[in-house]
């Protein structure tokens, strides 16, 4: 078994990330900008704009974090989101998830400039995406993307089964995945809870992509020898045994499938730290004018 280490990985990438923003920054002046909005105080959602924020003064970009109380309107969210895309100054605009339920979090999306859409949520990207165009890639599996070719692993051929079917990491990972590219070039099986004979088409996969939510949801007796495992869960428990109060665990069962993979990403340590990677990356991208000129 090896490690399809996150740090090594994403430290490698950003490095490359900050000299291209240091170039940027030389020929134009300015520095790529994102802001992030945060409504309500979560404390997954906490912590993970947090890091958004940290990485980009790490690499170079420009940070914003724009907060609102949980009782913000719809109406008033919108309208900043309006300003913020007629702000040339801005290259990102993320709304970190979830919303709470008086607010639609599919109007919101959509608000989103699809040239600032740095998440890759907005219908536009994606069906660009769909379509193999130029666009923003949801920073989750673009995270994956790049760990894989970091890794330098051919998945041409290969059978690719992807557990969940969310719309920001199950579905676009099966979309790209199917693709005419590598990574990509995979026979695709989406799953999700109403399919029916999931360990069956588990134990066929050359390749697996976890996205469902379920601390060690993936046991060893799903995974055939030598499958490529890719644990996107982040499942938070409170722990008495961290500094942080709270501990993360994947959605595959670690320990007992590590030993039948050839690759495994640890869940703290593995895609999460991608998934950041992805959204630099698309920022970096947007502020180039590289995919909307
Ligand atoms: P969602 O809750 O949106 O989707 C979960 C998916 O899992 C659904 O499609 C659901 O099926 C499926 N599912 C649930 N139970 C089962 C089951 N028993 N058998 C098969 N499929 C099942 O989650 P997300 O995609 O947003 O996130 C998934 C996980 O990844 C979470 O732990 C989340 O925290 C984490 N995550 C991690 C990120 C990272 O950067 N590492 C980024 C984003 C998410 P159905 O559609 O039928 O309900």
Redesign the pocket.
Known sequence: MQLLDGKFASEKIKQEIAAEAAAFLAESGRKPHLIAILVGNDG?SETYVASKMKNCEKVGFQSSLIRYDVTVTEAELLQKIEEINQDAGVDGLIVQLPLPKHIDPEKVTETIDYRKDVDGFHPVNLGRMMRNLPCFIP??PY?ILLMLQAYQIDTTGKHCVV????????SPMSILMARNANPGNCTVTL?????AN?KELALQADIIVA????KN?VTADMVKPGAIIID????RETSTETKSGYKLYG?VDFDNVAPKASWITPVPG???L??IVGLLKNTLASAKKEIYP
């Open positions: 997954g920073a989750t995270g557990v969940g079917r969310s719309n920001i990491v199950g799953t999700h809870s109403k399919t999931l996205a469902i939510g379920k949801f996107v869960g982040i499942n959605d593995g895609v999460g991608m998934t």
